[in-house]
Every structure is written in structure tokens, then in C-alpha cells.
């Protein structure tokens, strides 16, 4: 989003809009009575199972590994991850497979005591290896599936994947495996992995709304807009919900838009642009990318795993297509959304709008969607190049007069925040990350987003990395702009 230049911070400012905002939802930490501890959000005991939701959906665990449950009332944070609806965080709860408890004996037997048990899991594997009857298969399967969602609660999500084969070697038609396993691809953006699956889910099983519906996800990533719209048709004629009508409206939108669009690509990024705008641009545009994709990946050193999807449009189709607010700049949904009305070819500016939004779609990916607003913002803000000679001044004070901000409340969307409360916010956010790069350096900032990708809370990880609160955060980024600028 972009802010009047007359306002007292001069600055410009993109954010990443979100269609559907996820609600704050309350961290609660599980406490294992061997000393693992896990983040979760939704805990609840009941009926003897201690229940939780993930980055993976809903677990639950026997009550008598727990050793407790503390509540954290004051630290909300967004399940469903923050700035956008970006593919990579579509509003889709877990297949049924993975939502429901498993009562198998084999499951629970699998993951005991608050770990795996691969003594049972390779008992299980050789039994059915010997003699593999459909009971002894089926017991490896649900302790597979048991172990791979045990792996993906705390965090180690390719020994999830890990899992997920093993339990398909032996049940290579198992469409409840192949979707758990689909799921986990698509919340890590890994569409083609995912598609790859439901390939074969649909071969075994052609009237599966579920697997409609995740590959309708999985084409969304791949920026395979009208094939997308053809899966979630489909999901919603064998089994219509909200969640896919939603999706579908949106794929929709920009199927039909982008049907009159002409193409280009390169190993990074599919970029699609009407006729509006100039092929030269539109080729400039392609080459800024790909130097940036390799200086943030450098930086940040990660690697998305799909090519990138960017969407070059006139300014009236760009407010059609993307709702945005009138006085919005570019955005980024998971796709880099440009409008490029009026340009012929590259300039500073458009370079930085590029930078920051191809941030943006780093920082996503890598964390899954956890990365809270300020974080995401901070960053994307430094990696265009911001720094904060120019707010210090006016942000010391502000923390001197005790009215700084509180990173807490940024962490979920900015969208409606009045003008003014974004400008601060986007201030502070630079000064925060620019103190992180600066005083504890990117290796710390990587262990940061390492951390959220997790599941881990943002407080949490900023205090397992830098051992420093929110509170003693924003007092370091005083004392760093004090001590850089004034
Ligand atoms: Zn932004």
C-alpha cells in the first residue's frame, strides 16, 4: 500500500492484502512428560485426548503423556498464518483423514510418551513384509500416518514426509496417505509434489471431493488458474463448502482475466500481463526478478520451490481483479500482483516494488505462512533497501514518551488499520529488523524464521534466538537508532 509522499514519514508501503483474514487465535504450550514441549493453538482435553491444532490440522495426544497445559491468554497469534491468502495459506482446513483422531491401536501405539516408537514401527513393516495381509498392512499404514502427523506437530516435517512413504510403499493405494501427504506439500508450497499425488488419489479414487478440492489448491500454486477452477467445480459438485466456493470465486476471477493475457517465464517466475502493458516491460521485468530472486536467496539463503507467479496489470483491472483498496501499490496474494499502468520500462522505483514483494513471497514460503505482519513488512522494507535515517528521530521520541509499538498487535493483518497507525507501523517494523540484521546479524534472523516455520510463536522464536522479549526488542532497536543515527 502506498501512502501520500506529504505525510510526515515519507515512505511507500505495499502491503500484502488478504481477502480472508485469519482471527487471532490464543498460544497454548503442551508440556510432555519428557520434556518436549509443543506450540499449539485450540487445546483441548477431552475423553481422555489431549487435542490440538497444527500447522497440519488437529492432533491429539493421550492425556498420560502430558505433564501440563499452560494458556497464554496474552499472546495471540494466527493459526492460519498472516499477511495474505497467498496458495500457500488458502483457507482449507486438513483432509478428513488427517482432521480425524485415529483409534487404531497401531496408531497410538506408534507414538507413545511424546515420541515415536521405531522399535513398533519396524516390527509392524517386517510383519507385513512377511505376510502381508490387508490387516498388517493397514496397521502399518495408520502407524506411518501417526508418526509422520507426531513429526509435523513438532516441527520436522521431512521426517513427516519421510513417514508418509514408507506407509505408501507398502499401501501404494492408500488415498487417506496420499492426501495427509498432499496436505503437508501444499501448506510448504511444494504444488508439484502435491499434484503428483492427488494424480494418483484421483486415478483410485475419481469421486473424492477431497481430492478435488486439494488439487484445486495444488493448480492454484502452480499458477494454473483455469485448471484450478476445473478441480474446485468439481469438489463442489460431489461436495459443496464454503471454504472450496471461496476459493473458486477467486481462481475464477483470475482465470477469466487471465485467459486474454499473454505469457512469459523464466526458471523463477511465470509472469502474465494484458495487452496493455509493453512486451519490452514486461521482459525488463522478468530480468529485475531474476537478479533479486538470487540476491534474496543469497541473503536469506532458501530457494522457494515452485517458480513464482507475477501479474502485471493497468491500474483499472489491477483494483478489479484484486479488490484492493483505491490507494493501494502493488501486492502480493502468493502471486506478485504490479500495476504498471503508464510505464514503458523499468525505473527505481518499480525495481524496489519488485524487491519487496519477491520478498514477501520468500519470507512466505519459507515459513509457511507464520511469519507475523511487522516481520514480514520489516523485512521486505530492508531488503528494498529502507533504513531508518530518516524516522529515528521521530521514533526515539515516540519511545521515550512510551508511545512506541507494540509488536504484539502487529503480528496479524494491518488492513484496517487508519493511515496513520500503518505509517508508524511500517516505521517500526524497518527499525526492528533493521536492529536485528544489524545487531545480532542475518544468521539470527534465518534461526527466526526457521523457528515460525516450526509452529513456533513470533515471541517465542525472537526470544529462543536473540534471548530477548518484545519488550527488551523494542529497547534494543532504541538504543540502535539512537546510537546509528542520532
Ligand atoms: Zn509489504
Known amino acids: 500500500m502506498r501512502f501520500p509522499a506529504a505525510h510526515a514519514l515519507r515512505f511507500f508501503a505495499f502491503l500484502c492484502l488478504a481477502s480472508a483474514i485469519p482471527g487471532g487465535a490464543f498460544a497454548d504450550t503442551i508440556y510432555l512428560k519428557n520434556g518436549r514441549k509443543i506450540t499449539a493453538t485450540h487445546v483441548v482435553r477431552e475423553n481422555g485426548q489431549v487435542s490440538y491444532e497444527t500447522p497440519a490440522g488437529k492432533l491429539s495426544f493421550p492425556v498420560s503423556i502430558v505433564d501440563r497445559v499452560v494458556h497464554d491468554d496474552s499472546s495471540p497469534i494466527s493459526v492460519a498464518g498472516t499477511p495474505s491468502d497467498r496458495a500457500a495459506n488458502l483457507p482449507i482446513a486438513p483432509p478428513n483423514a488427517l482432521a ?34 490387508p490387516t498388517a498392512v493397514a496397521r502399518v499404514v495408520a502407524a506411518e500416518s501417526a508418526a509422520a502427523q507426531f513429526e509435523i ?33 501444499l501448506k510448504r508450497s511444494e504444488y508439484s509434489a502435491a499434484a503428483d499425488l492427488l494424480d494418483r488419489a484421483r486415478r483410485i479414487d475419481p469421486d473424492s471431493a477431497e481430492v478435488a478440492k486439494l488439487s484445486g489448491w495444488a493448480y492454484y500454486g502452480l499458477n494454473r488458474a483455469a485448471d484450478a477452477v476445473t478441480q474446485w467445480k468439481r469438489a463442489m459438485e460431489l461436495k459443496p463448502d464454503a471454504e472450496t466456493q471461496h476459493a473458486l470465486e477467486k481462481a475464477e476471477r483470475d482465470a477469466q482475466e487471465e485467459a486474454e493475457y499473454h505469457e512469459g517465464g523464466t526458471t523463477h517466475f511465470r509472469l502474465k ?32 520451490p515452485e517458480p513464482i507467479g507475477v501479474i502485471l496489470y493497468t491500474n483499472q483491472t489491477f483494483m478489479d481483479i484484486t479488490r484492493a483498496p483505491s490507494w493501494s501499490g502493488a501486492l502480493n496474494d ?73 509488536l504484539l498487535s502487529y503480528e496479524t493483518s494491518w488492513l484496517n488499520l487508519p493511515r496513520d497507525a500503518a505509517s508508524n507501523a511500517y516505521a517500526w517494523s524497518l527499525a526492528v529488523v533493521e536492529t536485528i540484521m544489524t545487531v545480532n546479524g542475518v544468521d539470527d534472523l534465518e534461526r527466526i524464521l526457521d523457528r515460525l516455520a516450526a509452529g513456533s ?25 539512537r546510537k546509528a543515527y542520532l
Not at 343 to 368: C, I, N, P, Y
Request: negative net charge; contains cysteine.
Open 100 to 133: 480425524a483422531p485415529s483409534n487404531d491401536a497401531a496408531a497410538n501405539a506408534a507414538v507413545r510418551d511424546g515420541s515415536i516408537d521405531i522399535d513398533l514401527l519396524s516390527k509392524l513393516e517386517s510383519e507385513a513384509t512377511a505376510n502381508p495381509t
Open 153 to 185: 506437530s513438532v516441527g520436522d516435517f521431512d521426517q513427516a514426509v519421510a513417514h508418509y512413504n514408507a506407509g505408501l510403499r507398502f499401501d501404494p493405494d492408500s488415498t487417506g496417505l496420499l492426501l495427509e501427504a498432499a496436505y503437508l506439500h
Open 334 to 406: 502468493g502471486r506478485i500482483r504490479v500495476p504498471v499502468e503508464g510505464l514503458s520500462s523499468m525505473t527505481d522505483e518499480l525495481a524496489r516494488v519488485l524487491k519487496h514483494e519477491l520478498t514477501h513471497s520468500f519470507v512466505g514460503q519459507k515459513t509457511g505462512g507464520r511469519c507475523p505482519v511487522w516481520l514480514q513488512e520489516g523485512l521486505a522494507q530492508y531488503m528494498e533497501g529502507k533504513r531508518s535515517r530518516s524516522n529515528a528521530r521521530y521514533l526515539s521520541a515516540a519511545y521515550e514518551q512510551h508511545m512506541e509499538f507494540s
Open 457 to 481: 510463536s513470533a515471541e517465542d522464536a525472537i526470544r529462543a534466538v536473540l534471548h530477548e522479549d518484545y519488550s527488551d526488542l523494542m529497547l534494543s532497536t532504541a538504543q540502535f537508532l
Open 273 to 304: 500481463y494484458n495487452g496493455g502493458a509493453a512486451p519490452e516491460l514486461a521482459q525488463e521485468v522478468l530480468k529485475t526478478l531474476e537478479s533479486e530472486f538470487d540476491e534474496i536467496s543469497a541473503t536469506l539463503k532458501y530457494v522457494p
